[in-house]
């Protein structure tokens, strides 16, 4: 009996690790929704202090960032660039619309937290993110039956219907390097 005990936990073993290395898009939507809801924190430091949303230059550096943390996770840059680019486009649109809500219902909670902890909060979500997209894709590219598990499993709130065809319509056309 012990032996079959044995055997039976190595087996799970070996399987759970062969396992390990393929990730479902479920990994990746909750990504994508923690991150997507840090944005009324963003909105509420911008209202606060009378910052615009739209900063180009910071979109930069967040571009550049996320193209290094591609790269060093296996995915071909080129690929991804549509897919920060609709991932910052949905992320201003929340922005936008929680900044609408304000202005007809003003929103008196705690103040918002400090900007710099909040990017650093987006920029560990983005390198989660991408790995997670990395691991996906060994499993090879992401299905029709993954896109609308992911599209379905996308509620953070103020994220339209349109951000998310568009972050996944851009998610599956993401490539690992050759």
Not at 15 to 31: E, R
Request: with cysteine; charged share 20%.
């Amino acid at each position: 009996m012990m032996q079959f005990v044995a055997v039976f936990l190595s087996s799970l073993f070996i399987c759970s690790n062969a396992l390990a290395g393929t990730v479902s898009p479920d990994a990746i939507s909750a990504a994508l929704n923690e991150r997507m809801q840090i944005m009324k924190a963003v909105a509420g430091y911008k209202a606060r202090h009378h910052l615009p949303v739209e900063d180009l230059p910071r979109e930069q550096v967040v571009l550049d960032k996320m193209l290094r943390n591609a790269q060093q996770t296996g995915l071909e840059p080129q690929s991804v660039t549509p897919f920060i680019h609709a991932l910052m486009n949905a992320s201003k649109a929340i922005q936008y619309r929680y900044l609408a809500d304000w202005l007809a219902t003003p929103e008196n909670a705690r103040a918002p937290a400090d900007l710099a902890e909040t990017r650093q909060q987006i920029e560990r979500l983005d390198t989660e993110l991408l790995t997670a997209i990395g691991q996906r894709l060994t499993a090879g590219p992401l299905t029709a039956s993954d896109s609308h598990r992911l599209i379905a499993a996308l509620a953070a709130p103020h994220l339209s219907e349109a951000d998310k065809a568009s972050l996944v319509a851009s998610l599956t056309r993401i490539q690992r390097k050759a």
